[in-house]
């Protein structure tokens, strides 16, 4: 269940005219903060976003299933079935049994998969696959929504790393 702070942050967002995937962020960046706490862990950084996702769907965020090629019939399946769930319709009690189940078998898991380079790693490989052309546009929204200090302390960081890696 995310916590009402994170459903009204979305909210917000939705309010703000942001995309289904922005709102839909408030609730991974949840469930990497619940990993670092140790609330449970994570195989994977993809594992984490992916149960944010999923519970981003089930809260009622308009994120549409992965598209056919993407991911498995599975995935896709069961991204349908959070969707109509966030929808409304009659709620049943969540079994016990199984929802104390999912949560040892998560505690079981690494708490290092929401480290920052875990995080960044996984980052850099989705924009990779992305494209240059689509990183190339991603960036220049960056630039101008950062504002003169932002691109000032930009150049700096980028200016120290060159010097780093030299």
């Keep these: 269940m995310p916590e009402d702070d994170v459903v009204e942050r979305a909210r917000h967002d939705a309010e703000q005219g942001k995309s289904p995937s922005t709102q839909a962020g408030e609730f991974v960046r949840e469930e990497f903060e619940h990993v670092r706490q ?86 850099k490989r989705s924009a990779r696959r992305r494209g240059p052309a689509d990183r190339h546009r991603a960036a220049r929204a960056a630039v101008r929504t950062k504002g003169r200090a932002g691109l000032r302390r930009a150049g700096k960081k980028a200016a120290r790393t060159r010097r780093a890696r030299a």
């Design 38 to 123: 140790g609330k449970h862990g994570a195989r994977s950084p993809q594992q984490a976003i992916a149960i944010g996702l999923s519970k981003a769907r089930r809260a009622g965020v308009k994120l549409p299933a992965p598209k056919r090629g993407r991911t498995s019939k599975k995935v896709r399946d069961q991204a349908q079935r959070d969707s109509a769930k966030g929808r409304g319709g009659a709620s049943r009690r969540v079994s016990r049994t199984r929802s104390r189940g999912t949560t040892r078998a998560l505690r079981r898991e690494s708490t290092g998969t929401a480290s920052h380079s875990a995080i960044s790693k996984q980052a």
